[in-house]
Antibody, heavy 118, light 110 residues
Framework: EVQLVETGGGLVQPGRSLKLSCVAS????????MSWTRQAPGKGLEWVAS????????YYPDSVKGRFTISRDNAQNTLYLQMNSLRSEDTATYYC???????????WGQGVMVTVSS | DIVLTQSPALAVSLGQRATISCKTN??????????MHWYQQKPGQQPKLLIY???NLASGIPARFSGRGSGTDFTLTIDPVEADDTATYYC?????????FGGGTKLELK
């Protein structure tokens, strides 16, 4: 059974940093691209970052480029999201997702809440 | 960026057909595939993939769900609608970065 378990969320002040982790199990982690997608309270979904299966390439939308860094440790089956210079608009539930089938997101974690507020 | 437009809400009766539309401002087809996907999200839960590449049923999804379309016009159909289908449905394109989602369609029962 595929499982994605996120940790690391919480309350953080604007301008500070936070690092999310996602431990994957039930599949061969290093065979898949992985991604982070977020959802602000009461709002829709926004893709945040993706990383190739080897970790050699990463992709971001302009809204987080230069502030967020996605990375992975294939030996530990773990995906990370380092978030710097956090803003109030980064407040959201962050989901770890597996990319498959034409870059759809075929499995999602339960999500972790990040609140950016003073 | 590719913009995906969905109607905010749809109300249907139990046992009837629900058709949810998603229109894009750019073609999302590429080499014979349409890079459009559909998700279901129930309150308090993570999204679930229903349909990938416009018409392929994801693993474990009942055949009541189907997708069709190409180019810039896509639909998700649920037939027949069951009570458990009340949720918000999102389309997503992966033709071009940044990958983008529609605003979601909330399906309610009449």
């Amino acid at each position: 059974e595929v499982q994605l378990v996120e940790t690391g969320g919480g309350l953080v002040q604007p301008g500070r940093s936070l690092k999310l982790s996602c431990v994957a199990s039930g599949f061969t982690f290093n065979n898949y691209w992985m991604s982070w997608t977020r959802q602000a309270p009461g709002k829709g979904l926004e893709w945040v970052a993706s990383i190739t299966n080897s970790g050699g390439s990463t992709y971001y939308p302009d809204s987080v480029k230069g502030r967020f860094t996605i990375s992975r440790d294939n030996a530990q089956n773990t995906l990370y999201l380092q978030m710097n210079s956090l803003r109030s608009e980064d407040t959201a539930t962050y989901y770890c997702t597996r990319s498959n089938g034409g870059s759809s997101f075929d499995y999602w974690g339960q999500g972790v809440m990040v609140t950016v507020s003073s | 960026d590719i913009v995906l437009t969905q109607s905010p809400a749809l109300a249907v009766s139990l046992g009837q057909r629900a058709t949810i539309s998603c229109k894009t401002n750019q073609n999302v087809d590429y080499y014979g595939n349409s890079y459009m996907h559909w998700y279901q999200q129930k309150p308090g839960q993570q999204p679930k993939l229903l349909i990938y590449l416009a018409s392929n049923l994801a693993s474990g999804i009942p055949a009541r769900f189907s997708g069709r379309g190409s180019g810039t016009d896509f639909t998700l159909t649920i037939d027949p609608v069951e009570a458990d289908d009340t949720a918000t449905y999102y389309c997503q394109q992966s033709r071009n970065l940044p990958w983008t989602f529609g605003g979601g369609t909330k399906l309610e029962l009449k």
